[in-house]
């Protein structure tokens, strides 16, 4: 293609809500199915270079309207997610029109922190300065299912490879628990988050690769 056209494929691809729109129909009227989904709305950079700020903007912040002022990065990190929000929404809309959005299970997770945000902007979101080493690896990994009658939080320490082994279990699959790295977060022993620096944390220790220091807990003996 021309120049024209190389230059606004990214464009055209980068909205979460179109590629569900364009997707589901491949797999929506099958028995059953696995759709695997990397997303991209919510990537940077979190400025007016981004088509997904300039779409989603204004709506977070008339949103945020009563809420106090933050870094113009922080609105356009949430102005990015907000596509996938609404992404969201039309995947969940399309299973309930099916009449599956109970037999089937939503994993959402990711990948990494957003590096392509400043400092500024990320402190901004948190709501105070964030440790660069330790706590902007913080996540959270949702496992949705409409028929579950209460929602159930875990506060054990996890990474992505735990993700895995945690919905086989879940679905009671058999595997060779030796061929995965990961553990299943709801089973007995030790639980680790392993971050992308080396750092770990554990409920006996958070050890800091970073600056070669460790804090232990009351659990260690």
């Not at 949103?63 to 113009?72: G, K, N, Q, S, V």
Request: proline share 5%; hydrophobic share 35%.
């Amino acid at each position: 293609g021309d120049h024209r056209d190389l230059h606004s494929f990214p464009t055209r691809r980068s909205s979460d809500l179109e590629m569900m729109e364009q997707s589901i129909p491949d797999y929506i009227d099958d028995d059953r199915f696995m759709a695997y989904y990397m997303t991209f709305s919510g990537h940077g950079p979190y400025t007016n270079a981004n088509v997904m700020y300039n779409r989603n903007v204004g709506e977070v912040k008339a949103l945020l309207a009563d809420e106090p002022p933050m870094d113009d990065e922080a609105y356009g990190y949430l102005a990015g997610e907000l596509e996938l929000d609404k992404a969201m929404e039309y995947l969940l809309n399309r299973l309930e029109e099916k009449g599956i959005l109970d037999k089937t299970l939503i994993v959402l997770v990711g990948d990494h922190y957003p590096y392509n945000i400043s400092d500024a902007g990320r402190d901004s979101l948190a709501g105070h300065p964030v440790d660069p080493s330790i706590e902007r690896y913080h996540s959270t990994c949702i496992l949705y299912n409409a028929g579950l009658k209460e929602p159930i939080i875990s506060h054990t320490y996890c990474c992505n490879v735990d993700v895995f082994p945690t919905v086989l279990n879940l679905f009671g699959i058999s595997y060779d628990s030796r061929l995965l790295a990961g553990r299943d977060i709801f089973s007995s022993g030790v639980h680790r988050a392993m971050l992308y620096n080396k750092s770990f944390i554990s409920d006996v220790v958070t050890y800091n690769n970073e600056t070669g220091s460790a804090v232990w807990t009351d659990k260690a003996s």
